[in-house]
């Protein structure tokens, strides 16, 4: 079982930076590939970044340039940099843990921390 739990959301005005972490625990965190996801009000929950156990990123296009994904291994961390942030920004950040077994996907989630950008 792995457990993750987010902090760092809160209200930000248009144009200004977050950061998320996300702490990781009951696993060996460095084999999961790790993600952000958000989710608006009625809109489903979709992928913001992820990076694999050897670094690799992707960005959905929406926030190229603008987030930085990055991860600790030492300290079973994960992080999002958000600058530049928009009002369509605002959602629910949930953050992912990932790996393929023998057949099988093993695939955790945090409970979510609320991001809102307003003026």
């Known amino acids: 079982q792995v457990q993750l739990v987010e902090s760092g959301g809160g209200l930000v005005q248009p144009g200004g930076s977050l950061r998320l972490s996300c702490a990781a625990s009951?696993?060996?965190?460095?084999?999961?590939?790790m993600g952000w996801y958000r989710q608006a009000p009625g809109e489903q929950r979709d992928l913001v970044a992820a990076?694999?156990?050897?670094?690799?990123?992707n960005y959905a296009d929406s926030v190229k340039g603008r987030f930085t994904i990055s991860r600790d291994n030492a300290k079973n961390m994960v992080y999002l940099q958000m600058n530049s942030l928009k009002s369509e920004d605002t959602a629910v950040y949930y953050c992912?843990?990932?790996?393929?077994?023998?057949?099988?996907?093993?695939?955790?989630w945090g409970q979510g921390t609320q991001v809102t950008v307003s003026s």
């Open positions: 009951g696993t060996i965190f460095s084999i999961y590939t």
């Open positions: 992912n843990a990932r790996r393929m077994g023998v057949g099988i996907k093993y695939e955790y």
């Open positions: 990076i694999t156990s050897g670094g690799r990123t």
